[in-house]
């Protein structure tokens, strides 16, 4: 819901392309799709920190960085992140680990000033039986997804503390909310993943061992909407260059599949042609989950990746890492 209590007065516009811009989580599927964007439109002053060599979850550390580097721009995309098993099975790790790193990277953006900042939450902070396809006003209406509800909670607060950074300091932050995102970089772990590269490993080590059949988890039915990262970096800059304002904007295609039409395109995708089981045991979480994204459109930004044309470069890319990504 619009703060009307909202005290910042900001004409967005480009950002200056030799300004310090810091992307929290540089390595990751959003921050390294970021950073390849903030590149290709002429950034120069890129800077990122693994977790090894900056844990954000230390707050003296994460204080003494930016008072060392002082960025002007800062995308958070430093997050522990993960598929319903991660979520369901880690729900402190979920909660503590993102409250605490988005805290420490905002009081200390705060204390330097930062002039522009977009902070990521995800679409899991909405209810789960919101209205579809879900408009950003739905936040807070109602209960959420419990397989991941500790995770949402945790993004629910970073929207908070950025309409609140907006309303006592009057500094001209965002937040994007991203739908379901995959592409190069993703994470293929079959612990730590989400559905669709856990789909494409699956279908793919099925294919190559000439195995008769896939089960996946759950029912097949749930729909979900999937947006290419290099798609949601390209919204990143748009939102910093376009936006401002104290709502947090949903970020997607505005289209969705069942899991089990993904399934299958992938399957063809991969060249797997024997049978998929369903797994009716295992849950499913949230029956939709459509963004609403016409604030997003609105700001005159759409999505420009289909998803077989994004599944084929990301199954190759997958292939041609298969030995050095991320377990
Ligand atoms: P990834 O797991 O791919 O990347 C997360 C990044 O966060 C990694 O680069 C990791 O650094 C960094 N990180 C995690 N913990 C720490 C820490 N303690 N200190 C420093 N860095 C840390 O996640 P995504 O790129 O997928 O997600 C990024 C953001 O986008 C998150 O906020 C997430 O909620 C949001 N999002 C993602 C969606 C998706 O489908 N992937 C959907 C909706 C939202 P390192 O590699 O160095 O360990």
């Keep these: 819901m619009a703060d009307d209590r909202d005290q910042v007065e900001f004409i967005p516009g480009a950002l ?19 950073w390849r964007r903030l590149e290709a439109e002429g950034f120069t002053d890129l800077i990122g920190r693994s977790s090894a060599e900056l844990d954000l979850k230390d707050r003296d550390a994460v204080f003494a960085f930016f008072a060392e580097t002082k960025p002007r721009y800062v995308v958070l995309a430093a997050a522990k992140v993960g598929g319903i098993l991660a979520n369901s099975t880690f729900p402190v790790d ?10 420490n990277v905002l009081d200390a953006a705060l204390k330097c000033g930062v002039e522009r900042l977009l902070f990521l939450g995800s679409s899991c902070i909405y209810p789960r039986l919101a209205p579809q396809p879900i408009h950003e006003d739905s936040l807070l209406t109602g209960y959420l997804e419990p397989t991941n509800d500790a995770y949402a909670i945790a993004k629910i607060a970073g929207i908070l503390q950025i309409q609140a950074v907006r309303r006592q300091y009057g500094l001209p932050w965002i937040s994007a909310m991203p739908t379901n995102l995959y592409g190069p970089g993703d994470n293929f772990s079959p612990k730590g993943s989400h559905v669709l590269p856990a789909l494409i490993r699956r279908y793919d080590e099925a294919a190559q061992s000439g195995a008769t059949s896939v089960t ?23 939102l910093l260059e376009h936006y401002d304002g104290p709502d947090q904007v949903n970020v997607g ?12 395109t992938i399957a063809r995708v991969v060249g797997f042609t024997g049978e998929t089981l369903w797994d009716t045991e295992k849950p499913d979480g949230t029956p939709q989950k459509l963004l609403d994204v016409s604030k997003l459109a609105h700001a005159g930004w759409t999505a420009q990746i289909g998803l077989e044309e994004g599944l084929v470069s990301t199954v190759q890319w997958y292939r041609d890492h298969v030995t050095t990504i991320r377990q």
């Design 16 to 34: 200056d392309r030799a300004g310090r811009f810091y992307v929290a989580g540089h390595r990751g599927l959003v921050g390294s799709g970021i």
């Design 253 to 264: 295609t505005g289209s969705d599949v069942t899991i089990r039409e993904i399934a299958d």
């Design 94 to 103: 979920f909660l503590s680990d993102n409250l605490r790193i988005q805290v």
């Design 216 to 238: 996946n988890w759950g029912t097949g039915t749930p729909r979900r909407e999937f947006l290419h990262v290099d798609d949601m970096a390209a919204a990143c800059l748009h």
